[in-house]
């Protein structure tokens, strides 16, 4: 790990927000007075009714309950759109850039406020009421923010799943909600290849009972349409007002719902409520980023996942700002394109997840030099650590060593950001997430939950809550529970390993529970290896990640197969194809090892630890293996890896 630190540049410290002591001092306060620190910062939204009440939290397992500002009540499209029309009616909300480099458009406020409400008018018309769940399976075009923001304008709860998600997957999440309205478009198009979402929308639907799938035209393909079920977009705004007013909620009542991996069984549905999530995400996305009136910023995540959720859409939004939405992939037409964007629409801040600064790098620093990018002056990371290397290569030709780099730790759960450098206020190290932002309590505990203290490596939990943080799983709250609030008592667990510094900085080195984080796409290894067995061919299958030059992670499978079949090429041809068309392309597997047997214990349970050693192709300290049923299987499974070096 680098020891490198890059000092808060003169000239970022002295427009910031905030600087090293006032950090300090609102830090201190965010924890010893969080009520006081809360009430006051919660003010940043509008409310309908004020809340009395600030917090009222428990991480006490047999009572685990959170609520934020739970008297009040708001509208969280009215923040986001209706609350800037006087002072900014003209000013760009969203600026779409396509897919095609020659196709962009700027929706102004006042364009948004009246998208949304006729949105919102079709939601009506279709049947949707306060509290119905609404499944987005969109592209990246604006309608995919003027879904959101409708659904929070009638109180309807959305789900979006992302676009790369197969048919199974995208029809298990509208089960799981109950949803009875699609919102999807005829293709969607990346890197000028068209993604057939309203075909893979037929497919998951074939066997459920959806009402209303409401179709928005974005190539022109040909689509099939179910008379009765399904309708054009466009056809349906033409045929309602252009006004709808928001409905009050609870600061409690629900934002939406969004589908997370975790370590064993189906995908969660993270639920994020409408108060707290929003004073947090406004709040992280103004600080963090430290976002200046008039700047212009671009966040290059899906709305799929929750970057693009706080902040692509709600805590910019909330903020009045100006946020860049991309259809496209980093590489198409050529590997220029981001600062080609950059230019073209004078971004002030980029933020990006590593996997994207890998690539890019791999593809020539040439692609980078050849533009300007003036405009920059922040920068930022999120979804995975960033390795040293790509961070000081992004610093030095994205930012030209100008611009500070943010490396945003956070997850589904957290809703917004919760360790990260502030610009003004944070030396930098490279690969460091660095300090707690307000309100956040992290702390590091062994295996038994001791809390260590100081320099130390352990499991990273977080003592209280923020306003930001998940509710419950939909439908179980046993499983929220029993999964964040069980296994340390009294403390949030994150699921991932981190090192804290003599300087207090934290460092996260990863996953410690069975997910996997591949090109920064969470996944659970239980739900590769739930498809893979699901092959009439598979008899057993074990998932593990290991480290991938670009990926950060890649996908690692042993399978055993059923008597009599023989192990293929084409076999595994067939098992890749067989999990993209099961979970999606993000799924598919990197290295398949057929393995004759799998090293289990005498009780039957497979030794991960071993399986992520060989992976690694680091295998000559396996560690204990006398508890294993057939020691011989090691030798096969060494002898026959996929990751030679
Ligand atoms: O392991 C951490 C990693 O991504 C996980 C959360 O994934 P997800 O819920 O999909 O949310 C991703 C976007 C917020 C975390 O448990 N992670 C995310 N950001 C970082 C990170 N690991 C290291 N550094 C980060 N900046």
């Keep these: 790990m680098s020891e490198a630190v890059y000092p808060v540049p003169a000239e970022i410290a002295a427009r910031a927000h905030v600087d090293a002591a006032r950090y300090q001092e609102m830090y201190q306060r965010s924890v010893t007075d969080p009520e006081g620190f809360w009430g006051e910062h919660g003010k940043r939204i509008d409310w309908i009714k004020p809340y009395a009440r600030v917090k ?86 604006p309608e995919a923010a003027y879904a959101m923001l409708a659904c929070a304008r009638v109180g309807a709860v959305h789900s979006i799943v992302f676009g790369g998600f197969s048919p199974d997957s995208l029809a298990q999440r509208v089960v799981d909600c109950e949803s009875k309205v699609i919102v999807t478009a005829d293709e969607g198009l990346r890197g000028g290849r068209r993604v057939p979402l309203k075909a893979n929308v037929d497919k998951a639907i074939e066997k459920i009972a959806v009402d209303k799938v409401i179709v928005v ?30 409905v009050e909620m609870n600061a409690e009542d629900p934002l939406f719902i969004l589908y997370t991996s975790g370590s064993t069984g189906k995908p969660k549905g993270v639920l994020h409520t409408s108060g707290g999530y929003l004073v947090y995400a406004s709040m992280t996305h103004e600080y963090v980023f430290d976002y200046q009136q008039g700047d212009v910023y671009w966040c ?14 709600y805590g910019p939004l909330a903020n009045g700002a100006t946020t860049l939405m991309f259809e496209g992939i980093p590489t198409y037409p050529s590997p220029a394109r981001f600062w080609e964007v950059i230019d073209k629409h004078k971004v002030n801040i980029f933020y990006t997840a590593p996997t994207a600064i890998r690539s890019l790098m791999g593809a020539g620093t040439e692609h980078v030099k050849k533009t300007s990018r003036k405009s920059l002056r922040i920068l ?26 943010v490396d945003t730790w956070w997850q589904t759960e957290t809703g917004g950001i919760l360790i990260t450098p502030l610009p003004g206020a944070t030396p930098l190290k490279p690969g460091s997430a660095t300090r707690p932002f307000f309100g956040v309590q992290p702390a590091l505990v062994d295996a038994e939950g001791k809390l260590l203290e100081g320099a130390a490596e352990g499991n990273l939990v977080l003592l209280d809550s923020w306003p930001g943080q998940m509710r419950t799983v939909y439908g179980d709250h046993e499983r929220f529970v029993q999964t964040y609030f069980s296994t340390y008592h009294g403390m949030y667990f994150t699921g991932d390993g981190c090192r804290r510094d003599a300087d207090g900085y934290y460092w ?21 290896e739930s498809a893979l067995v699901a092959h009439p061919k598979v008899s057993e299958a074990a998932v593990v990640g290991y480290p991938h030059d670009l990926k950060g992670q890649g996908i690692y499978v042993y399978v055993t197969l059923m008597a009599g079949e023989a192990p293929t090429e084409d076999l595994r041809k067939e098992l890749r194809d067989w999990v993209r068309k099961e979970i999606g392309p993000i799924a598919s597997p990197d290295l398949i090892q057929f393995a004759p047997g799998l090293p289990k214990t005498r009780s039957g349970k497979i030794m991960r630890r071993i399986l992520r050693k060989i992976a690694e192709d680091s295998f000559d300290n396996l560690g204990d293996t006398s508890t294993l049923a057939d020691p011989a299987v090691i030798d096969d499974l060494i002898e026959n890896r996929q990751n030679k070096h």
């Excluded at 529970?513 to 590769?528: F, K, L, P, Q, Y």
């Design 508 to 528: 996260i080195t990863g996953r410690v529970d069975d997910v996997i984080n591949v090109s920064g796409h969470r996944m659970g290894t239980a739900e590769v």
């Design 217 to 246: 035209q974005r190539t022109g393909g040909d689509v099939a349409m179910s008379d009765g079920r399904d309708v054009w977009y466009h056809e349906e705004a033409d045929r309602v007002s252009d006004h709808c007013a928001p």
């Design 56 to 141: 009222n939290t428990s991480y006490d397992p047999h009572n685990v309950a959170i609520k934020w500002f739970e008297d009040g009540t708001l509208n969280v499209s009215a923040n986001c759109v209706d609350r800037h029309l006087a002072t900014r009616g003209d000013q760009a909300a969203i600026i779409w850039e396509g897919d095609d480099p020659n196709e962009h458009k700027v929706i102004t406020y006042k364009e948004l406020h009246r998208e949304v409400n006729k949105f919102a008018n079709v939601l009506h018309a279709c049947g949707v009421k306060k509290g119905d769940r609404v499944t987005i399976y969109l592209p990246m075009i």
């Design 380 to 405: 930022g990371s999120v979804g995975e650590p960033i390795n040293p290397e790509a961070w000081t290569w992004y610093h030095e030709n994205v930012g030209d060593g100008r611009c500070p780099i």
């Design 300 to 313: 290059t995540a899906d709305v799929g996942w929750v970057t693009g959720h706080s902040y692509i859409v």
